[in-house]
């Protein structure tokens, strides 16, 4: 892994932790434009060279714990529950740990 990748991959790491602590939706994002991976590696070229994509063989993050992390989000900004806040804060970790993973 090349030195910008892994400092990007470190990055998204650090993003997904502070989003795992958040305890308000509000400010949460999980766009692109704010992931140091998707700025490297998105746009025409599909992901290509993503270490996410090299792991699970698909583009925008399916087949990883973003899936289940966007889906929370969206449920807890509804809610204000403090249930779906955990379930947010818990997919948010698991995309730390699956991160963590892709790390040499």
Request: with cysteine; glycine share 8%; charged share 25%.
């Amino acid at each position: 892994m090349i030195a910008k990748t892994k400092q990007a991959l470190n990055e998204s790491i650090a993003a997904w932790k502070k989003k795992a602590r958040a305890t308000s939706p509000a400010g949460v994002s999980l766009s692109g434009n704010e992931c140091p991976l998707c700025v490297i590696f998105s746009g025409a070229g599909g992901c290509e060279g993503c270490p996410v994509k090299i792991s699970t063989g698909k583009r925008l993050c399916a087949d990883t714990p973003y899936r289940q992390a966007s889906h929370a989000i969206a449920l807890w900004r509804d809610s204000k529950d403090d249930d779906d806040m955990l379930a947010f804060q818990q997919a948010a970790q698991d995309e730390v740990e699956f991160l963590q993973g892709l790390l040499p």
